[in-house]
């Protein structure tokens, strides 16, 4: 029986302060240009709609988990500048989602962000390492962990793979079944 995976795609407010640090969200604008996207993270939305996912955002308020790693935050656990969802129709959704739930308390993966600047040959960093994980990496092992695709699409080697990478890898799966509409859904903008 098929069930809905719902990724929620988003990116941080652009906030700026008088006092130090200046510009909190500095990786997520490093991430967006570098990837020339306007998403800097990706988390799965649980059925309660809690989000659940890999971030370094020791702020943020944590239900369950690693606050700089894999935890289960409230939906509003960052100043979202920018957020859209991805439903994915799939017999596999318990899968994947225990594979993520599996995760939990993980620490955040810090050499992802490296390899976003890094000009070191692909294949040379290991993205699928189990040990500490990036938001996107996580998500794209949970859906390859749990069997959504047969074969793996993402065989070209890479050192990181980010939210675009996942935009792209479903561009063209008939199980991404709000793909006409994603775009134009609510911003779901914080205060607006």
């Known amino acids: 029986m098929k069930a809905r995976i719902i990724l929620q795609f988003s990116t941080t407010a652009n906030t700026w302060q008088w006092q130090p640090p200046f510009f909190p969200n500095w990786a997520s604008v490093a991430i967006r240009r570098m990837t020339h996207s306007p998403f800097s993270h990706v988390d799965f939305e649980l059925p309660d709609g809690t989000l659940l996912g890999a971030s370094d955002s020791p702020k943020a308020p944590v239900i369950k988990g690693n606050p700089r790693g894999v935890a289960i935050r409230p939906s509003d656990y ?10 994915l129709e799939t017999e596999k959704a318990d899968a994947i989602l225990a594979f993520a739930m599996d995760q939990l308390g993980k620490p955040f993966d810090n050499t992802a962000l490296r390899s976003f ?28 962990d749990g069997g959504f695709w047969s074969p793996v699409p993402a065989q070209w080697p890479k050192n990181r793979m980010s939210a675009t990478d996942i935009l792209m890898l479903l561009l063209f799966d008939p199980r991404w079944t709000n793909r006409a509409t994603f775009w134009t859904e609510p911003k779901f903008l914080i205060g607006g």
């Open 78 to 87: 960052e100043d979202f500048g920018l957020r859209r969802h991805m439903f």
């Open 117 to 144: 600047l890094s000009d070191a040959l692909p294949g040379e960093r290991d993205w699928h390492n189990p040990d500490t994980w990036f938001c996107s990496e996580m998500v794209v092992c949970a859906l390859e």
